[in-house]
């Protein structure tokens, strides 16, 4: 559970604050940010639909910690180690972000549902989505809370985004071995 929820928090602490920062630090207006959006979920319907190949090539436990390792990386690129914010990196993290987090969503799904027991399947998938949704509620204030106090830096936002995301994968090693049935 804390794992998917701190996915979910991860993401929409991005979801939060995209369109405020790419109006801020690049000046993109409606239409742009639409653009972008629109490139964006393409990017993770394609990766949907590449996704049995990608299990099938990789396994599943190693699948959800190559998309959790990209996830971390797409945060990298958000950060503004000297502003302003480039459009390489925004363009570059958020494509990567697009194909990453469905991945990593669906394959903690999958393998939390192999992992429970089959008694209490319907019971910890909803704690799951409630985690996740508990964490859609916290991630907007926060990230629009952390950027405005920050000076509308990103650097203090995706770098602690990224700090979460090496905790869960630090939790996903630890986990490892329990993954499996």
Same mark, same amino acid.
Request: hydrophobic content about 50%; some cysteine.
């Given at each position: 559970l804390a794992v998917f929820g701190t996915l979910v928090l991860v993401f929409s602490i991005y979801e939060g604050v995209g369109t405020q920062i790419s109006e801020c630090a690049l000046g993109w207006e409606v239409e742009e940010?639409?653009?972008?959006?629109? #490139?964006?979920g393409l990017v993770a319907v394609l990766s949907m639909l590449c996704l049995?190949?990608?299990?099938?090539?990789?396994?599943?436990?190693?699948?959800? !910690?190559?998309?959790?390792? #990209?996830?971390?990386?797409?945060?990298?690129?958000?950060?503004?180690?000297?502003?302003?914010?480039h459009m390489w990196q925004w363009v570059i993290?958020? !494509?990567?972000?697009?194909?990453s987090f469905p991945v990593s969503q669906a394959m903690s799904y999958v393998l939390f549902a192999r992992t429970v027991p089959r008694s209490k399947q319907g019971l910890l998938m909803g704690y799951l989505t409630s985690a996740g949704s508990l964490a859609r509620?916290?991630?907007?204030?926060?990230? #629009? #809370?952390t950027y405005s106090a920050s000076g509308f830096r990103t650097y203090p936002l995706f770098a602690g985004a990224g700090c979460i995301m090496g905790l869960t994968l630090c939790m996903v090693w630890a986990w490892w071995g329990s993954l499996e049935r």
């Open positions: 940010n639409g653009l972008f959006l629109c #490139t964006m049995s190949q990608l299990e099938e090539a990789l396994g599943d436990k190693e699948l959800m !910690v190559a998309a959790y390792c #990209t996830l971390l990386l797409s945060l990298i690129c958000f950060v503004d180690f000297q502003p302003p914010l993290g958020g !494509v990567v972000l697009a194909s509620m916290i991630g907007p204030p926060l990230a #629009t #809370t």
